[in-house]
């Protein structure tokens, strides 16, 4: 029997309870078995992509519970494509910038029809209105949050500054690499302190012990959370309740997110900065 490949790009510290025990577990289940098959990550993007919209398609029948039952399963099937093309990725090597941009598109994808086929089942104005504004809180927060993600990861492994691809001539790509990139020129102060720092490793850890706590509240902003949120609004009968969601209790733990991280950023570049003069004079 072929062993599941272990997956060591993620910090543990950081994740999603759900996808510690149910999501990733099964991703990498299934790993081999594509990987033997040459199943490239694009094909699982576009396969995840099917799933989501055969979830919206579920959830246009909210008010009968078995449909919103299988709307959230869907869902679930996603989540483990949209972790598992990241891994075949990263197995074979066959990482791109297109690869990014597609994952990135049906992730929002996906999100996209599940609004509008709610939105379409509510049948008003106000509906649309609701669905249209949580859809583009909903962008910003995920944009923001993966962005600060993929900080705090290449952080801990003393990486100051992100290896940018290779530049590309398809302007959405590079609208969406400047619009993923946003946070990094904001916080390129304290990358700038780990890269100069005499002891980055040392600095790394610190940053890693003091920076999960803003993390993990931030992973409440992961599509795992939307997920769930999406069906038990359903199941209590009221889709507005998750835009709602979306809206007020998400925008306010992103913004407390980043004024958290932000403060862990200042505060371990002044104390470095500081050590640092004081060693220059002695």
Known sequence: MTLAIIDLSRDRRIEDPTNLWIIHPAARRLLPWFLDRGISANAVSLAGLALGTAAALAYAQWKIWPFALAGLLLSVGWLVADGLDGMIARATGTASPLGRVLDGLCDHGVFTLIYVSLALSIGTLE???????????????????ESERARFHRRCKAMALIALPAPSRNPLVRLYDYGWGMLDRVAARFDDVLQHHPAPTDLAARYGALAARPMRLMSLLSANVRVYAIFFACLFGNPRLFWWFELVPLNIILIFGLFQHRMVENNLGTVSMNHSLTNQRK
């Open 127 to 145: 509906g649309w209105a609701w669905a249209v504004a949580a859809g583009v809180a909903h962008m910003v927060q995920s944009n923001l949050y």
